[in-house]
């Protein structure tokens, strides 16, 4: 690694301080755009659910689709950070070549392992669901079913629209999962509604079918990005050049090829697996100890948090490729601006809805229906733990593409063991709050234990001028506002709007007044990149 990097260093030329921030910023908007439209679907799905079926059934619907999220987790097999990773290293180290080896090594063991997941899962369908429910629920067994058989599509669908990342291409990600998958799930479930169809079968597999279309135009698109690398890497005879940018003329195997890139991405399998348990386990143990209703009243609660989870997940996909492309050269500089410019409009995107959500929880879980206000306490909770959360910034993502990933795995394994422990020893006792307490616990670790490796190791952290100017603005113009106007003016939807729409006319002006310490002159060149 030493040695490769030397190389790397000595032969690529010179950047500019602010390299990669312009490409960060204008995939980062265009992701932000289709994060927007994944968003409201959500939500919408959400409140369509809510609002047509009982909350036993919402409850069986949220269960469900938690257990195919875990299962669906397994099947990647931690490959969207693989993918991204090698992609992006080979591209960056001139070996294209070795581009084709490696989308192979990672799509067939996902295919297998999806497969085996999802067979299995069928199988013992009957003895999962009498594990995980409190009460017999008619219907439980086909529901559970019906998403079972889009395990490994969507486990493929994820994989090659990572790959797709990994060769700087967003657009993918953008119209076939933000915009085209959650409009179809949307589609497709508001149908369901308007029919009176089942939630037993009809409505979770409207809600999966998504993915098969979705996967298999993702495969299509990552084919055609591969051969056209490959044709890009081609001689003046027509036959694939093999040198790297040492001058070695070796093609590396198969067999080669498929320990290198599984000696990284093993680590991260299970790392996904912990983290998508920290986030769907609690639905599932909430189901199986307190009741179907209790997991619909979580579900509504926390489902907010994706809303601000969704700007994180946008900016981290920009930025994912360029991060490996400066830690590769050993441009700790380069990563280190990054970085922080990317926790920094993190912060300026995410913190508005979170404050939000802490201080109008109320009339917002109104929005799914009267019998969802319970669950009140634990979205002031959460939200207020996201705030921490998102000020560390994507230090899981730059642990990653520094090949850190046994940290990774290391810190999700203790995550996950500390939610999992708390949930049992706590939801008994205080139901859907005491998983909000371990869920919260969890995300505290996932985020303050890599943030120290990460300075310890690499000097890095997210804590620049744009990360503390950001913050501030947040809480002066969506903090604050609802704290003065709640006491006077109540806390109905009406005053939620108004002190949203001052908040946000603030804001608007505050942000343009600091845009240099922003950083928002990046996005300068989407003009550019739209002229190109």
């Not at 017999?136 to 994989?159: H, K, Q, S, T, Y």
């Not at 953008?174 to 915009?179: A, D, F, G, S, Y």
């Not at 009140?376 to 730059?398: F, I, K, N």
């Not at 603030?506 to 550019?528: E, N, S």
Request: proline share 5%; hydrophobic share 55%; glycine share 10%.
């Amino acid at each position: 690694m030493v040695g490769t990097r030397t190389v790397v260093a000595s032969l690529a030329p010179p950047r500019p301080a602010d390299a990669g921030l312009g490409g960060a910023a204008r995939h980062g908007v265009t992701n932000l755009l289709g994060v927007a439209v994944a968003a409201i679907a959500g939500f919408g799905l959400n409140v369509v659910v809510t609002r047509n079926w009982s909350k036993v059934d919402a409850g069986l619907f949220f269960t469900t689709t938690s257990a195919f999220m875990i299962l669906y987790a397994a099947a990647r097999l931690g490959t969207g950070v693989g993918s991204v990773y090698f992609i992006s290293r080979y591209r960056t180290l001139g070996q294209p070549q070795r581009i084709r080896a490696s989308v192979l090594v990672a799509l067939v063991p996902v295919l297998l392992v999806g497969t085996v997941l999802a067979a299995v899962g069928w199988w013992a369908a009957p003895e999962l669901v009498a594990l995980t429910s409190a009460e017999p629920v008619d219907g439980a067994v086909p529901a559970l079913r019906a998403v079972l058989l889009f395990v490994p599509v969507a486990a493929l669908c994820d994989f090659a629209l990572a790959a797709c990342r990994g060769f700087g291409r967003m657009r993918p990600l953008l119209l076939i999962e933000r915009v085209g998958r959650t409009g179809l799930q949307l589609l497709g479930v508001s149908l369901a509604a308007l029919l009176g169809l089942s939630a037993a079968t009809a409505l979770p597999l409207t809600w999966a079918a998504p993915y098969l279309p979705a996967g298999l135009i993702a495969l299509i698109w990552l084919a055609r990005l591969v051969r056209r690398a490959e044709r890009a890497a081609a001689g003046p005879t027509g036959t694939p050049a093999t040198a790297g940018p040492t001058g070695t003329d070796r093609r590396v195997g198969f067999r080669e090829e498929f320990g290198v890139y599984w000696r990284y991405t093993g680590p991260r399998a299970l790392t996904s697996l912990g983290q998508m348990a920290v986030q769907r386990m609690d639905i599932v143990l909430l189901g199986t100890m307190r009741g179907l209703a209790d997991a619909a009243t979580y579900t509504a609660a926390t489902r907010f948090l994706a809303l601000g989870q969704l700007s994180g997940q946008a900016l981290s996909t920009a930025v994912q490729h360029r991060l490996a492309e400066h830690l590769v050269r050993d441009d700790r500089a380069g990563a280190g601006r990054l970085y922080q410019a990317a926790t920094g409009w993190l912060v300026l995107l995410a913190w508005p809805t979170y404050l939000l959500f802490a201080t109008f929880a109320e009339p917002v879980l109104a929005i799914f229906g009267a019998e969802y206000l319970a669950g009140r306490s634990v979205t002031v909770y959460l939200a207020l733990t996201m705030l921490v959360a998102t000020g560390c910034g994507m230090v899981d993502t730059v642990l990653n593409m520094a090949g850190r990933t046994a940290w990774t795995f290391y810190n999700a394994l203790v995550g996950t063991l500390v939610n999992l422990v708390l949930n049992l020893l706590l939801i008994p006792p205080y139901g859907i709050m005491g998983a909000a307490v371990a869920w919260s616990a969890s995300i505290l670790i996932s985020n303050l234990v890599p943030l120290a490796q990460l300075f310890w190791a690499y000097r890095l952290h997210p804590f620049g001028r744009g990360t503390l100017t950001a913050a501030g603005l947040a809480v002066v113009c969506y903090g604050l506002p609802p704290l003065l106007a709640r006491p006077v003016f109540g806390d109905g939807l009406p005053v939620l709007a108004a002190v949203a729409l001052v908040g946000t006319l603030g804001y608007a002006a505050l942000v343009w007044r600091f845009r240099r310490a922003l950083q928002l002159d990046a996005l300068r060149t989407l003009r550019r990149g739209r002229r190109r």
